[in-house]
């Protein structure tokens, strides 16, 4: 783990997250949380997170989120690179169409 986002702030931050129950509490916690555009950043970022583990090409990706190819190449060096983080959420997820 990086350890400069080991902070104490950032500790109390996900202690927050964690206290979140549902969706809804999501959406009120993180429109206040975050700009929309810094939100709609993070899920452009998981949405190319996802496409790459399902293999879809960088064309595909960019055409259907509107990444660029320089974040679509930051994710997947997460991906291969990274702390696991993506497919620690990806497998506890409901695949979508089953929720």
Not at 13 to 29: D, G, P, R, S, V
């Amino acid at each position: 783990m990086n350890k400069k986002i080991k902070t104490e702030a950032v500790g109390r931050l996900f202690e927050a997250i964690l206290c979140l129950q549902n969706k809804e509490e999501c959406y009120t916690f993180f429109e206040d949380l975050c700009t929309v555009n810094e939100l709609l950043s993070l899920s452009q970022r998981f949405e190319v997170a996802s496409m790459l583990d399902d293999h879809k090409t960088y064309l595909e990706i960019a055409e259907k989120t509107g990444a660029s190819t320089a974040t679509i190449s930051r994710v997947n060096r997460s991906l291969n690179y990274g702390n696991d983080g993506y497919d620690m959420v990806f497998k506890r997820m409901t695949p979508p169409g089953e929720q």
